[in-house]
Each structure stands twice: as structure tokens, then as C-alpha cells.
């Protein structure tokens, strides 16, 4: 069973506006962490934000921001205010604790196209 | 400051070559992995180490091998390259579990 879901293959946007990636966990350890990365089609990773379980607050970063619901484990970034350089791939990642790796396991990734 | 240098950036092997990925980070990790990204599935994880002289098997690790003799180097080896080895490969490394993990630039593997 895949640990990390984003069931968004692919997502438009107007320039200026918000726009929510989905991204669901299924895990059982009680202390793990979700992480956002950008790919644009330059190839590289970039690291966008991080959320911690035991964090209580959605971690924000900018124009950034995770909705953090736990019960529903989800993990939705938001990105506020659009710009067309935010069109790339966006992954989702979890590292487990105390029963995983501690190393990252990655969703499938959602397209985001900005227009103008 | 460098980070994480894979090299080289670009392989064509034929089917049945052996070769070394490479993979090195000035940051004094101790967390270091390597994903392989196909389209349409993400980054899936191959090899993993949590420190020199450790290492574990990741979702994907049938025809790779690794080694972490230091703890700067991780690098990741194609016994008997096949086609079905062909994508981009990742190394990454990150200095605790709770923050981010640090990129290198990908090796675009074509294996004919």
C-alpha cells in the first residue's frame, strides 16, 4: 500500500490566486514528519516546507503553508498568490520514526501549470 | 559551500556494464539515501544509510549495491545494467529526521 497519495496528476491555476495539492499518509507510528518539495523542469529538488505530528501549529514558509489535519492524515499545501514560476512537479514526502527509516518516502508528485 | 555532488550527470551504458554512481556531501550528514524517478511514480527509494558503515535496503534495491565507508561518500553501484534501470537516480542527504534532506543534481542513467 503506497504510504504517500496525492491523487492530483495534474493542476491549473490562475496567476495570482491559490491553489491546494492534496496529499494523504497512512502510517501507524506516532512520530513522523511530512515534507513538500518542488521540481521545476530545470530537474532539481527544492525543499518547501516541513511539518512535524507532534507540531501543533501548520507550518508556513512564505507563500507556503501546510494544512495539517492529523485525524484525517492529511497534509495539503497551499500556495497563496500564485506565480508563473511556480509551475513544477510537487511531492509529497514522510519519514517515519521510531518504526521507519527516518528516510523519506515519496508520493507520485502533482503537475502544477500557472497561467497568466 | 557545495552540498551534495553526484556525478557523473549523464551515463549510456549497454545492457549488461557495471558502473558507480557517485555520491558525496560536505555537511557532515549522517542520514544519506538514493532514489531512482520514473515518470509517473515519484522518487522511490533504493539504498539507504543512517550513518558510515551502515546501510539498508530501501522499496526498489534488486540490482544496486551500496557502501558508506565515510561518511561523506555513498556511492551506489549497477552490478549488470539493464534497460529496465534506465531513469534519472538522486542522492540525498539530510543532518536529523526532522529536517530537510539536501539534493544532488540527478544522473540521467539511458541503459540500451
Known amino acids: 500500500a503506497q504510504k504517500i497519495t496525492q491523487t492530483q496528476p495534474g493542476m491549473f491555476v490562475q496567476e495570482k490566486e491559490a491553489v491546494t495539492l492534496d496529499c494523504t499518509y497512512d502510517?501507524?507510528?506516532?512520530?513522523?514528519?511530512l515534507f513538500w518539495y518542488k521540481q521545476p523542469s530545470s530537474g532539481e529538488m527544492i525543499f518547501l516546507i516541513y511539518?512535524?505530528?507532534?507540531?501543533?501549529q501548520n507550518a508556513t514558509e512564505g507563500r507556503y503553508s501546510l494544512n495539517f489535519q492529523k485525524a484525517r492524515k492529511s497534509a495539503n499545501l497551499v500556495i497563496s498568490a500564485s506565480q508563473l514560476g511556480d509551475s513544477a512537479m510537487y511531492f509529497c514526502a514522510m519519514r517515519e520514526g521510531q518504526g521507519g527509516s527516518y528516510i523519506p518516502t515519496f508520493g507520485r508528485g502533482t503537475s502544477l501549470i500557472v497561467h497568466p | 559551500n557545495a552540498g551534495v555532488t553526484q556525478t557523473p550527470k549523464f551515463q549510456v551504458l549497454k545492457t549488461g556494464q557495471s558502473m558507480t554512481l557517485q555520491c558525496a556531501q560536505d555537511?557532515?550528514?549522517?542520514?544519506m539515501s538514493w532514489y531512482r524517478q520514473d515518470p509517473g511514480m515519484g522518487l522511490r527509494l533504493i539504498h539507504y544509510s543512517v550513518g558510515a558503515g551502515i546501510t539498508d535496503q530501501g522499496e526498489v534495491p534488486n540490482g544496486y549495491n551500496v557502501s558508506r565507508s565515510t561518511t561523506e561518500d555513498f556511492p551506489l553501484r549497477l552490478l549488470s545494467a539493464a534497460p529496465s534501470q534506465t531513469s534519472v537516480y538522486f542522492c540525498?542527504?539530510?543532518?536529523?529526521?526532522?529536517?530537510?534532506?539536501?539534493f544532488g543534481q540527478g544522473t540521467r542513467l539511458t541503459v540500451v
Open positions: 540525498a542527504s539530510s543532518g536529523t529526521p526532522n529536517t530537510e534532506a539536501f
Open positions: 555537511m557532515n550528514h549522517e542520514y
Open positions: 511539518q512535524g505530528s507532534y507540531d501543533q
Open positions: 502510517t501507524s507510528d506516532p512520530s513522523y514528519g
